[in-house]
């Protein structure tokens, strides 16, 4: 590991390194990229990790399964000022098949939230093939548990595909309760 080579905070702008330069590149040519936050949350560094800085994709952090920031997962913002990261899924306890062993257990880490994440974003796009990269991307932050106060640690949130999905039908219903209510 060549020291010299490692990049600061100031260098997480999604304009300096070659992987967030070419992530970005990618989501312009109409690609979703979902990128690993990265599992520094816990330690000395704390922030995202390259290319997760970069512009138009998707950062992607731990939660556990009750929806709780995971502490290994890292932090935001990008060092110019964008909300990262973008999105949570389990990356706590995640249910894996062992590559050793084929044997069911669990993981934990980013880059198990990723995968789990990127599924639901095929699907979600699948059900939606005339919309763009980048409405797919705002529908899934729209739809996230914190899109009015995004923060550092969970970014927008936990999203919710079928909200997700219905923003992008057009077909966002609001439900209207009368109280008292008896169920």
């Known amino acids: 590991d060549d020291a010299s080579q490692n990049h600061t905070w100031a260098d997480l702008n999604g304009k300096n390194s070659v992987a967030s330069l070419s ?10 990229v979902c990128v690993a936050a990265g599992n520094s949350g816990g330690g000395s560094w704390q922030k995202i990790t390259i290319p997760s800085d970069a512009d138009s994709i998707l950062c992607v952090g731990a939660v556990d399964g009750t929806g709780n920031y995971a ?25 894996i098949v062992s590559s050793g062993s084929g044997n069911v257990v669990t993981g934990s880490g980013t880059s ?8 639901m974003v095929a699907c979600l796009w699948q059900g939606n093939p005339t919309k763009t990269n980048m409405e797919v991307i705002g529908a899934i932050k729209q739809s996230a548990t914190r899109f009015l106060t995004p923060d550092s640690m969970m970014g927008y949130g936990i999203p919710d595909f079928c909200l997700a999905d219905q923003i992008l039908k057009g077909n966002v219903s609001t439900q209207i309760y009368v109280y008292p209510t008896f169920y």
């Open 23 to 32: 992530a970005t590149i990618a989501a312009r040519r109409g690609m979703i």
């Open 71 to 95: 502490g290994f997962s890292s932090t935001g913002y990008s060092a110019d000022g964008r909300v990262k990261p973008d999105v949570m899924a389990q990356g706590q306890g995640s249910t």
């Open 112 to 119: 198990f939230a990723t995968p789990i994440l990127a599924g």
